[in-house]
């Protein structure tokens, strides 16, 4: 990236008038920079992605490709929810690539975070490299690059796929990153001024590397299901709980660890679920959120009885600093 230094022109974006100035701005620049060109972007679903594509595809309608990639590292019926979304609802050329096997195997045996995040990453690219192939005259990627992954990876604290240039085999193509200098609540706050819908808007953040970051240690399928299983009863009962939307981001983590316990009279030797719930407003600081013990106590009984390959329920109470707000 040239410039990883926000403007100092650019205020921050607080009110419903200064997002629409940003995207009148934002449109203007697009189109002065793709002009007739292609644009094929990697649509996660994610707040920072679909703000991306709306923004773009204002600006140059179905010159715009969203491609949908399922790494098999998705939150439960995920790519089902943006196909619909996207699919249906936004006039986007989609493409939906299933790559679950590829990335999976390629993951196998890796434990090492910054390793797999590249590995990720380089997947990544490879993926869009080869739907690009697949198009006429892309000369452009559009990325959903937001300003604190361009701070984190800046002091070396983690890196992001999305951050630190094209590698050669991707060299033709010219970025377009139209929400890079941008802190989480200000995407937010564009996206609602781009008529994006609230389920989208106040999406949880989710990283890159998906469900990857949260399978600490070396991927395996099985753990993996646990990650995937656990996080959707903690969605379920934050909603029913009322807390959706008051909470910032909750998620489950599965360390590669594991310890003794009794299901049926019986001993098992099986892992343990981590409970991450922290409120935020840019990402660059968090606090733990406060939770009732009753809701904790509907946590532990549903996710040890029906989370195949758990016997304990933990909680991560730590903030940002000192702590990262994901555990790779």
């Known amino acids: 990236m040239a410039n990883d230094v926000r403007p100092e022109s650019l205020e921050r ?8 100035s940003f995207i009148d701005d934002q ?4 189109k002065e920079q793709v002009k007739d060109g292609k644009v094929l972007l990697a649509l996660s679903g994610g707040v920072d992605s679909s703000v991306c594509a709306a923004l773009i595809s204002r600006a140059i309608g179905k010159n715009l490709t969203c491609v949908h990639v399922n790494h098999g590292l998705l939150r439960k019926n995920e790519p089902e929810q943006v196909c619909k979304v996207f699919g249906e609802q936004f006039d986007v050329n989609l493409v939906y690539v299933d790559a679950v096997d590829r990335f999976l195997n390629a993951l196998a045996g890796v434990s090492d975070p910054e390793e797999k995040r590249k590995i990720i990453g380089g997947m990544f690219i490879d993926v869009f490299a080869e739907e690009a192939a697949k198009l006429k005259d892309v000369a452009f990627l ?4 937001i300003y604190p992954d361009i701070l984190e990876s800046k002091d070396g604290i983690k890196a992001h796929h999305n951050v630190g240039g094209l590698p050669e085999n991707m060299q033709h193509f010219e970025l377009v990153e139209p929400v890079n200098f941008l802190y989480k609540d200000e995407v937010r706050m564009v996206g609602k001024e781009l008529g994006l819908p609230d389920s989208m808007v106040n999406r949880q953040p989710f990283p890159g590397p ?4 949260r399978c ?7 753990r993996l299901e646990a990650v995937r299983e656990s996080d959707a009863i903690l969605r379920e009962e934050f ?11 909750y998620f489950t983590v599965v360390p590669d660890i594991k310890s003794t316990g009794i299901k049926d009279g019986k001993r098992t030797f099986e892992w ?3 409970i991450r719930a922290i409120n935020s407003v840019d990402a660059t600081s968090a606090t733990p959120a406060v939770m009732s013990w009753d809701l904790m106590m509907v946590l532990v009984n549903r996710i040890t009885a029906e989370v195949e390959g758990v016997n304990r329920v933990l909680f991560d109470l730590s903030p940002k600093p000192v702590a990262t707000i994901e555990w790779e």
Not at 13 to 20: H, K, Q, S
């Open 216 to 222: 600490v240690g070396a991927i395996t399928r099985d």
């Open 13 to 20: 974006i607080t009110t419903a008038e200064a997002a629409r």
């Open 239 to 249: 909603a029913k709980a009322g807390l959706e939307g008051h909470v910032w981001q």
């Open 27 to 30: 449109i203007k620049e697009i």
């Open 142 to 145: 559009g990325q959903g690059t």
């Open 272 to 274: 343990p679920v981590v």
């Open 210 to 213: 998906g469900l990857g970051v």
